[in-house]
């Protein structure tokens, strides 16, 4: 079953789990980093993954294209962000509230549109073979490695560099930092969010067309696992720091992927417990950022978790 | 970027404002000359934000005419002033914190570039900061600056965009008095120099007569006086602001004789860091006495209030009022007749977004008139009781169903006043009662805790002001590191003497 290689065969298999599953973690929060960063939260994040995996599929069959599927996902996600900012700019509405409304809406959405695509099956987008040198198969198999894993690499760095270096992230780090210095300046703090928001949608999106155009590369009711909610608290472990994003997504990644490693190399009980790791590691992640003393460290002082 | 410039001058000629009936500024003309240095002096509520606004562009005014450098100037919006060379440094800080001082002065470019050079950018910033006469570290983010330090990057920043005549509201009610001659020296040196023009908006007598060229008073809406700030004594400018009104006065003293009401014996507590211990061996104040508590802020000062008022826990030791032991719960504090009023009223002693009717209502609402527990709420007598307290301390509030944050500082202060001497009062323990509140405001309130000590209660008044202390107290006593240091009677207390116990150098 391991063929040949073994006790080997676990962390070769990690790391392939860690890259396929770590990819929707990636976007998903990198996008939740930037609307964090504008001083919001969007909790309508795993409704927006859902809806973007629905719509990715969706327009992938009808045009036999996957890629149009991920353009059209971005889309429908940046349309969720504008509605979820656009709300939010009346005053006395709670953030907090408008996301978990947003994620039921999404969710529910996504489910009514997606009935007719149950059955029939997209294009799956393309992968690149890095593992074509190796004789292993499971080398192989694990370093298939689809495009959105280097892309969402790339954007984390991109975004890096945007918050310092340009006009429009420092704009960004203003809003999020204080609306008072971002009034006395002249930056329109809502228009600044409702951009982030738009951003953190369509992003989200984009992790939800993973997860039906790659891996498990189907639509279903079920194609989330909750990769949307844990997203926020990523984000929170990564200290909103989009390099933090990458380590954080591949470590959530990793651990996702601890339970079918174990199953793949023969293991065949107690394996089920595995499976929570993720959610295990949410919890943690969670109770170390609120620890007292260190709570919100790096937090943007706008941000309603904030201390 | 123009620090070069010339200083700007700025004259007002005939500004009125009139919201409906109510006429917020009448008439008034101000020129602040290029290079002065101009306060712009009153009691909250005269007008000097209005007349301000309506310079800066925030408002319209009714009437009235702008000058800037002599020629007539249409200023509709604030950005219009930007353009003539107007700006303005509020009283809170608007630089963002986790930003460092070059991102926060690099955005505030109207043309910052969409991508930023970072190194012509730093090149920009080191010729303009060898221009300014001091130093500021520009790459640590702006919240590990001091506030003084903060507050001097306000003005940078506002020099940085060219401008050459700046008004400073209140630039100094956030400062240590250290900080605010740095601050306010810094904005003097540039007046001297010929360029910036500064019109502070201010109501401390001694930021005037020590920094300020010229002064103009208004009261209500009107220019009352306005001279060389070298030539108008503090009394005289106190009569222009104030006009007839007279000025609270304190009762004469009663006697202290009584027996103790607070005692401490031997109370300890954890400090709030953990590492420290509190420790108040023998604190005890008289029926109808004032014992001030002296010390430089973060001496535990806020630790001992914490456990007078039961927030923090012994660890030994007791407290006794009128010799039966206390622990500040809500029973013992209405049998004993023990009142608190905490410093910043607003944040903690009132719930800011409920009404000043249920605020003055906080100590009695849940018994009725036979001291027995209640369910529901007498509302009507609820409302009738808030509209007599408010009436004897002359709270000013839009009405008693207006949420007790709309209210100004003072009247904040007087509607918590109101509600902690209401009816027997045994004990009071006050902190800080004066702080950010007016001239005549301040007066008030402490006329009423010495009519409150005259009428037999004990009062222990902790203060970070000396001058309040000398003047409210019968005997002081100074905390450092957590312990009483030094005891003295108010009547022969030698400050230099307090001042050293509170700086720990005997």
């Not at chain 1, 990819?23 to 909790?43: C, M, Q, Y």
């Not at chain 1, 994040?45 to 036999?64: D, H, K, N, P």
């Not at chain 2, 208004?218 to 009104?245: F, I, N, T, Y």
Request: charged letters at 20%.
């Amino acid at each position: 079953m391991t063929g040949g290689i073994g006790w080997w065969g676990l962390p070769i298999a990690m790391l392939g789990g860690a890259i396929r599953v770590s990819t929707p973690f990636l976007f998903v929060s990198l996008g939740e980093t930037v609307t964090e960063r504008s001083g919001r939260i969007n909790l309508g994040l795993e409704g927006i993954l859902v809806f973007g995996a629905m719509s990715a599929y969706a327009v992938a069959v009808r045009t036999g294209s996957p890629w149009t599927g991920v353009a059209a996902a971005a889309l429908s996600g940046a349309l969720f962000g504008a509605l979820h900012g656009w709300i939010c700019k009346f005053p006395k509405v709670n953030d907090v509230a408008i996301g978990i409304a947003l994620m039921l809406f999404g969710s529910g959405l996504a489910f009514f549109f997606g009935k007719p695509y149950i059955q029939p099956a997209a294009p799956h987008l393309p992968a690149m073979s890095l593992g074509a040198w190796s004789s292993i198969p499971q080398l192989r198999a694990a370093l298939e490695v689809n495009a959105l894993f280097p892309a969402g690499i790339a954007a984390a760095f991109v975004l890096r560099w945007a918050l310092r270096d340009t006009r429009a992230g420092l704009a960004l780090r203003v809003v999020g930092d204080s609306s008072e210095a971002a009034r006395a300046l002249g930056i329109d703090a809502d228009r600044v969010r409702l951009a982030a928001t738009c951003f953190g949608g369509a992003m989200a999106a984009v992790g939800g067309a993973y997860l039906s155009l790659y891996y498990p590369g189907s639509w279903n009711e079920n194609i989330s696992s909750g990769q949307g909610l844990m997203a926020v608290a990523l984000v929170i472990f990564a200290r909103w720091n989009p390099i933090g994003c990458v380590a954080a997504s591949l470590l959530f990644g990793g651990a996702g992927a601890l339970g079918p490693a174990l199953q793949s190399v023969g293991i065949t009980h107690g394996y089920y417990l595995f499976y929570a790791a993720p959610y295990v590691l949410t919890l943690g992640a969670m109770i170390a950022s609120s620890a007292p003393g260190r709570a919100g460290a790096g937090a943007p002082a706008e941000l309603s978790i904030g201390t | 970027m123009s620090a070069g410039a010339r200083a700007a001058e700025v004259e007002a000629i005939g500004m009125s404002m009139r919201f409906g009936r109510f006429v917020a500024l009448d008439d008034v003309s101000i020129k602040v000359a290029a290079g002065s240095f101009h306060a712009l002096l009153g009691e909250n509520g005269a007008g000097k934000s209005t007349l301000v606004k309506c310079i800066m562009g925030y408002q319209r005014p009714s009437a009235g005419q702008l000058l800037v450098d002599g020629r007539e100037a249409a200023i509709g919006d604030p950005r219009d002033a930007a353009a003539l060379g107007l700006g303005m440094v509020y009283q809170h800080f608007t630089v963002a914190p986790s930003l460092t001082a070059a991102e926060n002065l690099a955005i505030a470019r109207r043309d910052a570039p969409g991508i930023l050079d970072w190194a012509a950018e730093r090149a920009r910033l080191a010729d303009f900061m060898a221009r300014m006469p001091f130093k500021l570290p520009l790459d640590l983010p702006t919240r590990a600056l001091s506030a003084g330090e903060r507050q001097k990057l306000e003005i940078l920043k506002q020099l940085y965009l060219g401008r050459r005549f700046l008004v400073l509201d209140e630039p100094t009610s956030v400062l240590t008095p250290d900080e605010a001659d740095e601050a306010l020296g810094l904005v003097r040196a540039l007046t001297r120099e010929g360029s910036l023009t500064a019109l502070m908006i201010t109501h401390k007598f001694d930021e005037v007569s020590s920094f300020a060229d010229e002064v103009t008073v208004l009261r209500r809406g009107r220019r009352v006086g306005s001279g060389k700030a070298s030539e108008l004594a503090r009394d005289e400018l106190a009569r222009m602001m104030m006009g007839d009104q007279p000025l609270a006065r304190p009762d004469d003293r009663a006697p202290v004789g009584g027996g103790a009401v607070l005692e401490v014996l031997g109370a300890e507590a954890p400090d709030r860091t953990g590492t420290k211990t509190i420790r108040i061996d023998d604190v005890a104040v008289r029926e109808g006495e004032i014992v001030g508590v002296a010390g430089v802020s973060g001496n535990g000062q806020r630790e001992f209030l914490e456990i007078l008022a039961g927030q923090r826990a012994l660890s030994a030791g007791e407290i006794r009022v009128r010799g039966a032991p206390y622990r500040a719960t809500r029973a013992e504090m209405r049998r004993m007749a023990v009142r608190f009023l905490p410093e910043e009223p607003l944040r903690n002693a009132c719930a800011p977004r409920m009404s000043v009717m249920e605020n003055l209502a906080f100590r009695t609402f849940d018994v009725d008139a036979g001291g027995r527990r209640r369910f529901l709420l007498d509302r009507a007598a609820i409302r009738e009781r808030a509209r007599v307290l408010v009436e004897r301390f002359g709270v000013k509030a839009p009405s008693l169903d207006a949420p007790i944050s709309t209210l100004s500082g003072g009247n904040v202060q007087r509607a918590a006043l109101a509600r902690e001497l209401d009816g027997d009062v045994a004990l009071l323990i006050v902190a800080n009662p004066c702080f950010g509140l007016d001239f005549s405001a301040v007066a008030e309130v402490r006329a009423r805790i010495v009519r409150a000590r005259n009428r037999g209660a004990a009062v222990l008044l902790v203060s970070e002001d000396l001058d309040e202390l000398l003047e409210l107290s019968d005997s002081i006593v100074v905390m450092r590191d957590g312990a009483i240091v030094h005891r003295t009677p108010a009547a022969d207390a030698d400050v230099h003497e307090i001042g050293r116990h509170m700086a720990g150098a005997e």
